[in-house]
């Protein structure tokens, strides 16, 4: 494991070029993220279906982070729903593969949308709550985290703010896949 990441850094990755796309693969890739762009617009904030895998990523990344203690427990769910599609689009980064990195970017992006909803919840806390623990026992993540760090009557400023990031994110991967078109030959 050791030597691979100090191969990533021995080598010099990024003056490769970015491996070849076809133009009908390109279309329909954009295709899709312009469709969950317009679904994803339209759900006004609300549940997408890919949030059932986010809802698990996070889920696991209680349980995770939570043998390194309370806080980090707390925070992991985030952590990890957040580390997983950026770590898999650092290893694509890596690679080169232009499908594989702007899948992972645009759905951790996606995750911000969903993180957003959360945050923007931390007062009201209508939101139904999952947990993998005892259910008398669970806790509203960002009431918790907004709470200890004195911010949680700006609950709703953090999350448009995230909500908004989340939105370039997304918009911005997919304009730099659109960008690949000038280099694909018919």
Known sequence: MLEYLQSILD???FDEPWKPVSRPALVAWLIFYVAF???AFSAHGGYLFIDNANLIVHEGGHNLFG???PTLGLWGGTLLQWLVPFLLAAYFFTERQTTGFVFC???FFENWLYTA?????ARA????????GDPDFVEHD??????SLGVLDHDTQIASVVRVLGWLGMILTTAWLASKARNVKA
Not at 117 to 121: F, I, L, N, S, V
Not at 127 to 132: A, D, E, K, M, N
Not at 142 to 147: D, K, Q, V
């Open 125 to 132: 806390q209508v939101l139904p709550l999952v947990t993998t």
């Open 11 to 13: 080598e010099p990755h």
């Open 37 to 39: 762009l317009a679904y």
């Open 117 to 121: 909803t959360y945050m923007a919840d």
């Open 142 to 147: 960002f009431h918790a985290i907004f709470s």
């Open 105 to 107: 970017l645009f759905f």
């Open 67 to 69: 043998w390194f203690g």
